[in-house]
């Protein structure tokens, strides 16, 4: 099983700021990460698929980079609705695994 | 619109079962894998278990197979997740998806409680 590592756990931001979380695999997962954002009470929504492809709908704020075992999500601009938990996951094996998390909170 | 509606959970007591829906919408759904995603109460996700679009085939991970049992109707573009010897573990919120690899839709999710 691949282990998903987020760091930071969380990060504190204020609106306007550029923010960059990071993923590393226990092993080279080539391109197959997503990332999700996860607002309180709802099942979170698909941001980033194949490492660096925006979803469908998903801001030009938001990109993704990487491949292997490192990768990084930005935000460039951070706006009220991205205070959340972000979580990256891994398709090239199965069972699919997902990091613990980042929470991105208000300065 | 893409719509996925969990339905079924409650409160349980250790080792009983429950059956766990999930109604799709706006999509053809007899064409896509569908996959069960849980979160424990502040936690993380876990991916619990996937299945072929014709239900042919499902794969569940290891901390349920045995137990927990995914299947579909494509009839009633219904997925289903029956728990069986239910767990204090097993508590938490049940996400169905849509996918086996990214999941880009994702139901609000039906809370499971299991405590005497």
């Known amino acids: 099983e691949i282990v998903m590592t987020q760091s930071p756990a969380t990060l504190s931001v204020s609106p306007g700021e550029r923010v960059t979380l990071s993923c590393r695999a226990s092993?080279?997962?080539?391109?197959?990460v997503a990332w999700y954002r996860q607002k309180p009470g709802q099942g979170p929504r698909l941001l980033i698929y194949d490492a660096s492809t925006r979803g469908t709908g998903v801001p030009a704020r938001f990109s993704g980079s990487g491949s292997g075992t490192e990768f990084t999500l930005t935000i460039s601009s951070l706006q009220s609705e991205d205070f959340a938990v972000y979580y990256c996951q891994e398709y090239n094996n199965w069972p699919r695994t997902f990091g613990q998390g980042t929470k991105v909170e208000f300065k | 619109e893409v719509q996925l509606v969990e339905s079924g959970g409650a409160l349980v007591q250790p080792g009983g079962s429950l059956r766990l829906s999930c109604a799709a919408s706006?999509?053809?759904?007899?064409?896509?894998?569908m996959t069960w995603v849980r979160q424990a109460p502040g936690q993380g996700l876990e991916w619990v278990a996937n299945?072929?679009?014709?239900?042919?085939?499902?794969a569940h991970v290891g901390s349920v197979k045995g137990r927990f049992t995914m299947s579909r109707d494509n009839a009633k573009n219904s997925l289903y997740l029956q728990m069986n010897s239910l767990r204090a573990e097993d508590t938490g919120v049940y996400f169905c998806a849509r996918g086996a690899s990214l999941l880009d839709y994702w139901g609000h999710g039906a809370l499971v409680t299991v405590s005497s």
């Open positions: 706006g999509f053809t759904f007899s064409t896509f894998y």
């Open positions: 299945i072929k679009p014709d239900g042919s085939e499902s």
């Open positions: 092993q080279s997962v080539n391109n197959n």
